[in-house]
């Protein structure tokens, strides 16, 4: 054991003494080896540092896009029969894409005469919120627990129901906007 051990202290004086020999013998070929060894580790640190800077934008945009997603998609789906027609237009600013023309059109056929036929008032909040993808920095998609509470004209005790949604946040600009919300 002891042999071995001060066999492995020597290895790197041997290791330089192999390199000088070879470098004095042969200086043309240690110099390309050598080289070429210097311009790969140059590629690689290089490679390395542009997959830290991917890595740190992609968690950017996770966080980004779940803290917008966590305050807006609660707002998307909560309304009060009283404001929500006022409301229409502050609400699309929020959303984007082929979804922007799906939520207004729903909002303003579906929603806003089905809440004022029945007086409802309905509350969302976010009770937990979870990255399924990062497709790209600019676009994230996030699995939302949400909890509801409604309450209709008549009704004594307000309704409560849970219900996911998968959502996705496309940057636009320097701003976050739901491109998508699907039921799960």
């Known amino acids: 054991m002891g042999r071995g051990l001060r066999w492995l202290g020597l290895l790197p004086v041997r290791a330089y003494r ?3 020999g070879w470098y004095r ?9 050598l080289g070429a060894g210097a311009v790969v580790l140059a590629a690689l640190a290089v490679l390395f540092t542009v ?5 740190m934008r992609t968690d950017s945009a996770r966080n980004e896009a779940r803290a917008v997603a966590e305050e807006v998609v609660p707002r998307l789906l909560s309304y009060d029969h009283r ?9 699309t600013e929020q959303v984007g894409g082929r979804f922007r023309e799906d ?3 729903l ?4 929603v806003i005469p089905a809440s004022n036929r029945d007086q409802l008032v309905t509350q969302t909040s976010a009770a937990a919120v979870g990255t399924t993808e990062v497709s790209s920095p600019g676009q994230v998609q ?3 627990f949400l909890n ?3 309450t209709r004209a008549g009704q004594d005790q307000p309704t409560l129901s849970g219900s996911r949604v998968r959502v996705t946040m496309e940057q636009d600009g320097d701003r976050w906007l739901v491109s998508a919300l699907d039921p799960v």
């Open 142 to 144: 996030l699995m939302m």
């Open 83 to 91: 404001s929500i027609a006022d409301e229409l237009d502050e609400r």
């Open 103 to 105: 939520y207004t059109s």
């Open 107 to 110: 909002v303003r056929d579906i």
């Open 51 to 55: 997959l830290q800077v991917q890595n």
């Open 18 to 20: 192999s390199v000088v």
């Open 25 to 33: 013998d042969r200086p043309r070929q240690a110099t390309r080896v």
């Open 148 to 150: 509801q509470t409604s």
